[in-house]
């Protein structure tokens, strides 16, 4: 009866219409408590959007054009998944505190904390309902998508570090507060750089030449050897013998290399064990005058380490040339395109850096953390600039979505979720929390029960629905069985819920009993009946 | 087969979650919430198919002996005998593995009150052959899904669709036939019918001498009578591949539907005492039961024993082998015929590699003329798919035996490709007819009797 041809994930349409109806509903419910209204709804965009670029970074039919797409929204994830947490803590932290007494800061923190996961909630749910339309949550997109976002990550990390790098450079050696900084590194740069590129006049330097020497020599003649010079020439009988001519530059070009770095060493040891006077006697004087004059003159290096340059050039565009070409093109665009990606991110947070970084001054400066704002932000601002700091605001967000992917694949690797209904125990787990949590707040109790059981009803319908779309396929009319069971399990839930209504009657009745009694009670009433249900099975 | 599927085992996870998250936030009411996954536990846990369970299950097709092509109509019920009502019932027909459903589903979901019965309703395309329906697949699980049965239903009513060649009529019944298996030449021998008269040699026989006449001359005189040599009909049917096509996918193929025919015409000759000889041109060795013949024919001789045998061998072969090459390929016969179109193996699928039609240097013609007997009318059955066939009749012609084309219709669907295929299809006809062989184009829609009653009487005559 199983259809072992490929995964099935669709579901018919009843049950995806229970799945996305309830969920929806739900979470618009749930989020209607949350203070945090704008936050809460970019969470919730942000969980259409993930989903969306899981299926993008999948896409078999345009890969290309999929990677690209999914790289460049990773960065809108990303920014939602911030404001999700990070603005929901910054909006309502401005609410709540500061705190009028010692005893109303464990209330706060948990009022925070639940609503902060409440959006987190929703997100997921959010996430998952969407997913479970095309049953998108498998563990070769997750790790496609992964990889993806890595890649994506790593322009705007080079550039951030580089400009990080930068600022701090320029900071230590303007700041004459630290001399020992500047000056070792000063002095350790000269050190390095001054004996090849400025030479001391007036004496030989024959081993650094050689050298240098040796190193364009060899790079030059790897790059003549890379480029493809006697294809280019048509196979005629009057064409120039390009063969032949390019073959003896080579030679003579690998020889001079090789000759120099011999030289070098030995060279070395004569200029150090002689010194310049009885080197200066031994060879005749033109010779010698001629070897300071050649060694010494700082143009000659520049142009030996210009050559160095271009023969390295040349022989890695080529290398990568021939990897292009061979490959097509729909497969170099999806190996470049996080890297393109990653540039338009890049491009985009360095055009919004100054409002972006303004726009946060400005909401931290609201909450009680103003002071620190003052101490610590506006320094760095003024040393790194908005680009840097935007860069790195960046790199984090991005950071955060490379953990949630990986948690998921993880999740879905050791099948602690099951590929088939990922996407629908995401939605479930996610409404489930997100009720939980809103308890706490002042949540309708109906709503918090409605939650719970929607939930249930949510991962049942979906399940349900998947196997019966392996089973007996999408096309056949299944909506009497499915409306059926869900109705069974809508039923069983509005028992639970009385049953819980009944029972916090109950616990609110026993007001003789001291709450806390009455909690352990409960507590273990629970066990018990936790230990019965696993007797019966 | 019985199964439970712990599905709720979540809800114990679950528990546990809002009884941590009721002591971190010091919430009563998530406490007492944890009433609802542990009742779902309890739900599944408890749940159980009930014992009473039974179902009866009857199929009904439509048309027990279709011809080829024709989509069959197949009902399949199933009824709730149990004293249970079933809210999760799934059922698969078994669909023999050969035929394709061409409309509707054959699965099903329902659920079902004590007595109520549902109707399962779907179409299959019959193909030249047997095919029995296995047992329907039926799984019954409980209302939370956490218990399930599954069994293999056996089906009442029909069980087998045959399309097959039972003849219920005779379709020579009302034609007219000189001499059934012989032909009236212009020599003079033995025979029935007078020729003419000579002198009396020694050695004639004594039968044939004229009485009347000597008694009235006393000159003895024989007569010569028509000679009739007995005739041999042969029967070729073209199997190569690019006879192995199919306008839509399910549809029987070309080599197929002229077996089919064959197999008629050899029913019908056979009851009126007249053996054919069996040929198929385009097998392989693997597709006949003790291989072809060292030409590459398969071919059955009349005069040998269990001829009738061997010629249904012959005619099972085709079939196999059509069945051998759309296994290997399934896709390629819809492909190219995708657009329900040309017949012509061009293009991509060059699985193939006959000639674009059999020049006379084509090697199975030259084996079929070098296997025909002397004198023999030959019945060629062809969908006329490239132009072998016509070759072949028009280097008949040119030998000298009398010859007729039967050619099955492929040709179904609007498109510029299908009104192509069908042009050239009657240009081959057309061609063939002037060289001079007798062609029937068998439109599908209508029985092969009929086509081939009205050529039958020129079967047969001179």
Redesign the interface.
């Given at each position: 009866m199983d259809d072992h041809t490929t995964l099935s994930t669709r579901m018919p349409w009843t049950s995806l219409a229970t799945v996305v109806g309830v969920t929806a509903v739900l979470v618009a419910g749930l989020l209607g408590t949350v203070s945090a209204d704008r936050a809460a709804i970019v969470g919730a965009a942000t969980g259409v959007l993930l989903a969306l670029s899981l299926w993008l970074s999948g896409w078999d039919r345009w890969q290309a054009v999929g990677t690209v797409l999914a790289s460049v929204l990773a960065l809108p994830v990303a920014v939602g998944l911030s404001v999700a947490t990070g603005g929901s803590v910054v909006t309502l932290g401005a609410e709540l505190f500061p705190v009028s007494s010692q005893a109303g800061v464990r209330p706060a923190v948990v009022t925070l904390v639940s609503q902060v996961f409440v959006v987190l909630g929703c997100l997921t749910a959010v996430f998952g309902a969407t997913a479970a339309t095309r049953g998108v949550v498998d563990i070769e997109r997750v790790g496609t998508y992964g990889g993806v976002v890595v890649r994506t990550t790593v322009v705007p990390f080079v550039v951030a570090l580089a400009l990080f790098t930068r600022g701090a450079v320029d900071f230590l050696q303007s700041n004459a507060d630290t001399p020992g900084v500047q000056q070792l590194t000063g002095e350790v740069l000269t050190r390095v750089l001054g004996p090849v590129f400025d030479p001391v006049p007036g004496r030989t330097h024959i081993a650094i030449f050689s050298l240098l020497l040796a190193l364009a020599a060899a790079a030059l003649a790897r790059g003549l050897d890379a480029l493809p010079l006697s294809e280019l020439v048509p196979e005629t009988s009057d064409a120039p013998d390009i063969d032949g001519t390019v073959g003896a530059v080579e030679r003579t070009l690998r020889w001079t290399g090789r000759l120099a770095l011999l030289a070098a060493p030995v060279a070395g040891l004569f200029e150090l064990g002689l010194g310049q006077e009885s080197m200066a006697e031994l060879l005749p004087g033109g010779l010698y005058d001629l070897i300071v004059a050649v060694t010494a003159a700082p143009g000659l290096r520049g142009l030996l380490w210009w050559l160095f340059l271009t023969g390295t050039a040349v022989s890695v565009a080529v290398w990568f040339l021939r990897r292009a070409v061979q490959s097509s093109a729909d497969r170099v665009g999806s190996v470049l395109a996080p890297y393109v990606g990653g540039g338009v991110i890049t491009l985009a947070a360095v055009a919004v850096a100054g409002p972006a970084v303004g726009a946060i001054e400005m909401a931290l400066r609201a909450t009680p953390a103003a002071t620190a704002v003052d101490q610590l932000l506006a320094p760095i601002l003024d040393v790194y600039g908005p680009e840097t700091v935007t860069l790195a605001l960046t790199v984090v967000a991005l950071f955060s979505v490379i953990s949630a992917t990986g948690q998921l694949w993880v999740a879905l690797a050791t099948s602690y979720l099951r590929e088939r209904t990922a996407g629908v125990t995401l939605a479930a787990a996610g409404l489930f929390g997100a009720s939980a949590f809103a308890a706490t707040l002042s949540t309708p109790t109906w709503l918090v029960l409605a939650g719970l059981v929607g939930a249930v009803v949510v991962w049942d319908a979906g399940s349900f629905g998947t196997t019966l779309g392996r089973e007996v396929g999408t096309g056949a009319a299944t909506r009497r069985a499915e409306l059926v069971h869900t109705g069974g399990t809508v039923a069983v839930g509005g028992v639970g819920a009385a049953a819980t209504l009944g029972l916090s009657e109950v616990a609110q009745g026993a007001v003789a009993v001291a709450p806390s009694v009455a909690v352990a009670g409960l507590v273990v009433c629970l066990v018990a009946v936790l230990a019965l249900v696993a007797a019966i099975r | 087969m019985h199964r439970r599927v712990?599905?709720w085992s979540?809800g114990?996870a679950?528990?546990l979650?809002?009884?941590s998250?009721s002591?971190?936030?010091a919430?009563?009411?998530?406490?007492?919430?944890?009433?609802?996954?542990?009742?779902?536990?309890?739900?599944g846990?408890?749940s159980r198919v009930p014992p009473g369970t039974d179902l009866q299950a009857a199929r009904s097709v439509s048309d027990a002996q279709p011809t080829p092509g024709e989509p069959v109509e197949v009902e399949l019920t199933l009824t709730n005998t149990g004293s249970s009502s079933l809210?999760?019932v799934?059922v698969?027909d078994g669909v023999p593995e050969e035929l394709a459903v061409v409309e509707g589903?054959p699965?099903?979901?329902?659920?079902l009150r004590p007595n109520e019965s549902v109707t399962l309703s779907y179409a299959v395309m019959a193909k030249r052959g047997t095919y029995t329906f296995d047992a329907a697949?039926v799984?019954v699980r409980t209302?939370?899904?956490s218990d399930e049965v599954?069994v293999d239903l056996p089906v009442a009513g029909d069980g087998a669709l045959t399309c097959s060649n039972t003849v219920s009529e005779v379709p020579m019944a009302d034609a007219t036939l000189p001499r059934a298996g012989t032909l009236p030449t212009d020599t003079g021998g033995s025979g029935l019918e007078f020729h003419s008269t000579r002198s009396y040699q020694p050695g004639d026989p004594v039968n044939r001498i004229d009485w009347r006449r000597y008694a009235k001359t006393d000159e003895l005189t024989t007569i010569d009578y028509r000679e009739e040599q007995a005739v041999r009909t042969v029967l070729v049917v073209d199997a190569r591949p690019p006879a192995r096509v199919t306008p839509e996918p399910g549809f029987p193929t070309g080599a197929e539907l002229s077996a089919y025919a064959a197999e008629r015409l050899f029913d019908a000759l056979s009851r009126t005492s007249v053996v054919a000889s069996v040929c198929a041109v385009g097998l392989a060795a693997e597709d006949v039961p003790g291989g072809l013949g060292p030409d590459g024919l398969a071919w059955v001789d009349a005069s040998g024993g269990h001829a009738a045998a061997h010629a249904r061998q012959v005619f099972d072969s085709v079939g196999r082998a059509a069945a051998r090459q759309s296994a290997a390929t399934p896709a390629g016969d819809a492909d190219v015929s995708g657009d329900g179109s040309s017949p012509q193996p061009q293009g991509g699928d060059a699985r193939v590699t006959t000639a674009d039609g059999g020049t006379i240097e084509d090697p199975d013609l030259l084996a079929v003329l070098a296997r025909l007997p002397p004198t023999a009318q030959v019945v060629v059955f062809s969908p006329a798919a490239d132009d072998w066939p016509v070759s072949l009749v028009s280097s008949l012609a040119v030998r000298d035996y009398p010859t007729t084309l039967v050619s099955p219709s492929l040709t179904r669907g609007d498109s510029l490709g299908a009104a192509v295929a069908g042009t050239e299809r009657i240009a081959r006809l057309q061609r063939a007819e002037l060289s001079g062989a007798t062609v029937i184009d068998w439109d599908l829609d209508s029985p092969i009797d009929v086509a081939l009653r009205a050529s039958l009487a020129d079967l047969f005559s001179v």
């Open positions: - | 712990r599905r979540g114990l679950a528990a979650f809002l009884v998250v002591l971190l936030t919430e009563p009411l998530l406490l007492a919430a944890t009433a609802i996954p542990l009742i779902y536990v309890a739900y846990a408890l809210t999760d799934r698969i589903s699965r099903l979901c329902t659920s697949a799984r209302l939370s899904a599954t």
